[in-house]
T-cell receptor, first 114, second 117 residues
């Protein structure tokens, strides 16, 4: 079982809906990440939170809004998404923000935009 | 800029055969880390191994082994006596200080391994 838990596992939403993806870890990790992965492609980094502060935004459209309420939780708020946003969204965490720490991933949320 | 290349997009083997996955990387940093991840159909990326740029010692862990050669910028991965459960996509990844201050993993394109019974 993964130590990073993502909910929901599947989400279907219309382009006018507002929904949120959730990610939780209890490993005491202080860095958390959101990735987007299209079919047959590697994951693409979207956001990085380090010690609960947003440290990296990889030029992600504003219809994606991340939030880190505490060191264990990471949310991704979705609003007015486009069909091309359909993908697997992966959350990950690592012990710190330093570059030598392996990232531990959740199972992902499979998102479909109608 | 960093780059990771996995030239093999898909490898198909019969159970018990060995399979080697190639990974070639580019970085201007002298200090960097290399990783291998496995992604089964369930979607989760499973961390397999980390190697730093100063440690060229090859490693064996059960049926897995890794061959790091700095001279050729390669970090290859071998599965010995493959099993059906090894069927997955395998990603090689690099992190260095240039990549978003070390917080960014640069992934290769992935190699899909299919192990047939």
């Amino acid at each position: 079982d993964t130590e990073v838990t993502q909910t929901p596992k599947h989400l279907v939403m219309g382009m006018t809906n507002k929904k949120s993806l959730k990610c939780e870890q209890h490993m005491g990790h202080r860095a958390m990440y959101w990735y987007k992965q299209k079919a047959k492609k590697p994951p693409e980094l979207m956001f990085v939170y380090s010690y609960e502060k947003l440290s990296i935004n990889e030029s992600v459209p504003s219809r994606f809004s991340p939030e880190c309420p505490n060191s264990s939780l990471l949310n991704l708020h979705l609003h007015a998404l486009q069909p091309e946003d359909s993908a697997l969204y992966l959350c990950a965490s690592s012990r710190g923000g330093s570059f030598n720490q392996p990232q531990h991933f959740g199972d992902g949320t499979r998102l479909s935009i109608l | 800029a960093q780059k990771v290349t996995q030239a093999q997009t898909e490898i198909s083997v019969v159970e018990k055969e060995d399979v080697t996955l190639d990974c070639v990387y580019e970085t201007r940093d002298t200090t960097y880390y290399l990783f291998w991840y496995k992604q089964p159909p369930s979607g989760e990326l499973v961390f397999l191994i980390r190697r730093n740029s100063f440690d060229e010692q090859n490693e064996i862990s059960g049926r897995y082994s890794w061959n790091f050669q700095k001279s050729t910028s390669s970090f290859n991965f071998t599965i010995t006596a493959s099993q059906v459960v090894d069927s997955a996509v395998y990603f090689c990844a690099l992190s260095d200080l240039e990549g978003a201050a070390g917080n960014k993993l640069t992934f290769g394109g992935g190699t899909r391994v299919l192990v047939k019974p």
